[in-house]
């Protein structure tokens, strides 16, 4: 592989450890997975990371109620965080603690930086605080929000400290340059307008220590003041690269890792879009350190028509994700997320009813359906051996410019981080296949020896748009398109990057066997509780 291969950098958010893993998490982790997945097929250079937040003041107190210290209560979640990550077969190439060495030695570089800059300076804030989302409400806002939270509708703290602050105000017209010069730096657009609001409101200075707790990266020689937890959370996109350490300190993080940076994608709920939109740039700025390609905030997923909560008991939590998996399976559930989830700038419903009825008609009713059919065909009229393509067409089918523009759609959605657009179409080819044998109706042609080539023509189109529909799905359904890829016969490694070349009309070889196997994904039928 060559040193210049294109690279792709995607990020989630790191997760909090006061909270356990649930259908969010989960949700974020599976739109970066999908989309690292898709491009190291496609042959790019793919870093993609996700990791725990694990200072602050939630942190500190949710310890402190179980009884048990900090780090401890870090280290039992993030080992959660990790196992869920496994159990969900994600590829994330890092995990990132806050509390890790690696990355604290490096924040503090960024901070003294920062203070030798003034770009840190030392005030009094007083003033609003949320403490769930460890932000800072300037007045006016705290008011409009009736001094409640406006996420989590709870009190706002007040609060009056000697802090650090970070000269956020300074940064104000070359955010303006950046939102006009790189308009595709936040997405949804309706995110970016949100944000352009904020600029209008004008920036002001943001308080970057606490010194009401302890439990955070420690000021460099001001221990009294420890850093405030999102400074020291969005600085994971780039430790965890290594871009704040010495020439000599490689063993703490690979050197080569630096070749990563700017990130392509950094995806996050948009409950946190200040943060990544307009402070995380302006402290790469004052860092003199290149900007991300796209922030982009997605939307809340809620549960059966209300937002989840504890209180109303209906979380779509581990065990309640664990269910889905063992009915629908594993891909069934990556799939439901990545095609009806909340990429866009509305919430989305997760309902069970909507969730069979996803996986009935575009995974048991056309894929896996149209996979058996196919291939039972050619078990039962060429004993399972791919046909000759041969040279017959039908009218309005022309299966490779078809497969073509299925193709670069699939590639250009998937860069833009379209999935469901992107899996649309992937999945229209297989709408196509279905479309095809109802028209030319094969079953009957077989009865009729002198179509034997046209029925060979016919099966084997069917087929090779099958085997090319599923190298673009694999990225969605890792599991059941290898299984899919045992009955078309191929052998496909996605670690070698060649996904275009395999895409290429007609590399389903002739005289390929292909095999007969288990329904990919059963119909299912919900039972009826008495
Ligand atoms: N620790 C911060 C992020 C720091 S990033 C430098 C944090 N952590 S969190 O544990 O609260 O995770 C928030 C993320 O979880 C959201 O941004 C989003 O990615 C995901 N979700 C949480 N609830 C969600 C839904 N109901 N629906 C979809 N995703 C949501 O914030």
């Known amino acids: 592989m060559s040193a210049s291969r294109r690279t792709f950098y995607i990020t989630t958010p790191i997760y909090y450890v006061n909270d356990r893993p649930h259908i969010g998490h989960s949700y974020t982790t599976t739109v970066c997975d999908v989309a690292a997945r898709f491009h190291r097929f496609l042959g790019l250079d793919v870093f993609f990371l996700t990791g725990t937040d694990e200072h602050g003041v939630k942190v500190e107190k949710s310890a402190a109620e179980r009884g048990v210290s900090p780090q401890a209560l870090a280290d039992q979640n993030a080992a959660e965080f990790q196992r869920v990550l496994q159990m969900l077969d994600f590829t994330n190439d890092d995990f990132i603690r806050t509390t890790q060495p690696r990355h604290t030695l490096q924040v503090e570089r960024f901070v003294q930086r920062l203070i030798a800059s003034g770009d840190i300076y030392l005030g009094q804030y007083e003033g609003w605080y949320d403490e769930g989302q460890e932000e800072f409400v300037p007045d006016t806002r705290a008011k409009d929000q009736d001094y409640k939270s406006a996420v989590s509708g709870k009190p706002l703290v007040r609060m009056r400290e000697d802090n650090y602050f970070f000269r956020l105000s300074a940064y104000q017209q070359r955010l303006e340059q950046l939102y006009d010069q790189q ?97 995380w740039p302006a402290m790469l700025m004052a860092l003199d350190l290149p900007l991300p390609r796209c922030v982009y905030a997605h939307s809340f997923w809620i549960s059966e028509g209300r937002k989840m909560s504890k209180s109303l008991g209906n979380f779509i939590d581990l065990p309640t994700i664990q269910g889905y998996i063992d009915s629908f399976s594993l891909d069934a559930f990556r799939w439901f997320l990545i095609t009806q ?3 866009g700038s509305t919430d989305t419903d997760f309902a069970r009813a909507k969730f069979i009825e996803v996986y009935n008609s575009d995974l048991a009713n056309t894929l896996g359906n149209s996979l058996s059919r196919v291939v039972n065909m050619i078990g039962k009229y060429f004993d399972g051996r791919a046909p000759e393509p041969g040279s017959h067409t039908i009218e309005g089918f022309d299966w490779p410019s078809i497969t073509r523009t299925a193709v670069d759609h699939t590639i250009a959605a998937m860069a833009r981080l379209e999935l469901s657009e992107a899996m649309d179409a992937a999945l229209g080819l297989v709408r196509q296949v279905d479309a095809f044998i109802d028209a030319t109706r094969p079953f009957t042609m077989a009865k009729d020896e002198s179509q034997r080539e046209q029925l060979a023509a016919v099966l084997y189109q069917c087929a090779e748009t099958l085997r090319i529909a599923s190298m673009l799905l694999w990225c969605a359904l890792p599991n059941k398109i290898e299984q899919a890829w045992r009955m078309l016969g191929q052998s496909v490694e996605p670690a070698a990057g060649n996904l275009r070349d395999l895409c290429t009309w007609g590399g389903l070889k002739p005289g390929t066997m292909l095999t007969r196997g288990d329904a990919l994904f059963p119909r299912y039928a919900e039972q009826k509780s008495e």
Do not use: C
């Not at 001001?222 to 994971?236: E, G, I, P, Y």
């Not at 780039?238 to 950094?266: I, K, M």
């Open 183 to 279: 308009p595709e730096f936040v997405r949804p657009e309706a995110r970016r307008n949100e944000m352009l609001g904020r600029l209008r409101d004008g920036l002001q200075d943001v308080p970057v220590t606490r010194t009401s707790f302890t439990w955070g990266i420690p000021i460099p020689g001001q221990d009294r003041h420890v850093l405030w937890v999102w400074l020291d959370a969005l600085s994971n996109y780039v430790t965890a690269l290594g871009l704040g350490l010495e020439p000599h300190e490689t063993d703490l993080v690979p050197r080569d890792r630096a070749r990563f940076w700017p990130a392509d994608y950094h995806v996050i709920g948009k409950e946190i879009l200040f943060f990544h939109a307009i402070f």
């Open 341 to 343: 989830g909340p990429l």
